[in-house]
């Protein structure tokens, strides 16, 4: 079965670069999660979307932006990069209806910034 | 903010051996998940829970939704080595949305 795709699976960039995180939801999922988990830490909501709107906010940097686009995909775009952006980032789908059930998470964005 | 603290924060055990982990809050919650992230992977759900008392079972996994609904609890009976990972609790919150928040997460190493 599909699952839920992220691209890159690993990124390095330096201080204040900029960087666009892409996903992938499972097809026919219309609202997707993203998620920051640094070292040892719990995942962090920080953004979602449902039929392109943004749905809900989290703990989401203003030097951060995302987007849903008419395919569904996502993309999260970040810029003036710190060191301490350097985590994990998690993209999750579901339809929209079904999130009782539970996200379906992807194996992530690794971001580097040095 | 809401917190959904986990404990052990750790735990070493030795292969065969039971497990039980729990999930507290100072909130109320209506669904509770429990999740398992390997190394490098994203978290994998595996039972979610919808009415306070109840108990729900995945293989050697079993999870219950407490009564209070602030609280939840995991066991994993007879351990292997491929349980190893991080296990975090989640739960929509502020209820009503459709986001999760996650616990602080119990890590579980199995020695062999």
């Known amino acids: 079965a599909a699952g839920v795709i992220q691209s890159p699976r690993h990124l390095i960039k330096e201080k204040r670069e900029t960087a666009t995180l892409k996903c992938y939801p499972i097809?026919?999922?219309?609202?997707v999660y993203w998620y920051q988990q640094g070292p040892g830490q719990d995942p962090q909501f920080l953004i979602s979307?449902?039929?392109?709107?943004?749905?809900d906010k989290g703990s989401i940097p203003d030097r951060f932006s995302a987007q849903q686009f008419s395919d569904y995909h996502s993309e999260l775009n970040m810029s003036s990069l710190e060191l301490g952006d350097s985590a994990l980032y998690f993209c999750?789908?579901?339809?929209?209806?079904?999130?009782?059930?539970?996200?379906?998470f992807g194996s992530g964005t690794r971001l580097t910034v040095v | 903010g809401q917190q959904l603290n986990q404990s052990p924060q750790s735990m070493f055990i030795q292969e065969g051996e039971d497990v039980s982990m729990n999930c507290t809050s100072s909130?109320?919650?209506?669904?509770w998940l429990w999740y398992k992230q390997e190394p490098g992977e994203g978290p994998v759900l595996l039972i979610a829970?919808?009415?306070?008392?109840e108990l729900t079972s995945n293989g050697r996994l079993t999870a219950q939704f407490g009564i209070t609904r602030k609280d939840s609890f995991l066991n994993i009976s007879a351990s292997i080595p491929s349980d190893v990972g991080i296990y975090f609790c989640?739960?929509?919150?502020?209820?009503?949305?459709?986001?999760?928040?996650f616990g602080t997460g119990t890590r579980l190493k199995v020695l062999a």
């Open positions: 829970l919808y009415k306070a008392g």
């Open positions: 999750a789908s579901s339809l929209r209806g079904d999130q009782d059930y539970g996200y379906t």
């Open positions: 097809p026919r999922h219309d609202t």
């Open positions: 909130s109320i919650f209506n669904t």
């Open positions: 979307f449902y039929e392109k709107m943004q749905s």
């Open positions: 989640a739960g929509h919150h502020p209820p009503g949305t459709y986001k999760y928040i």
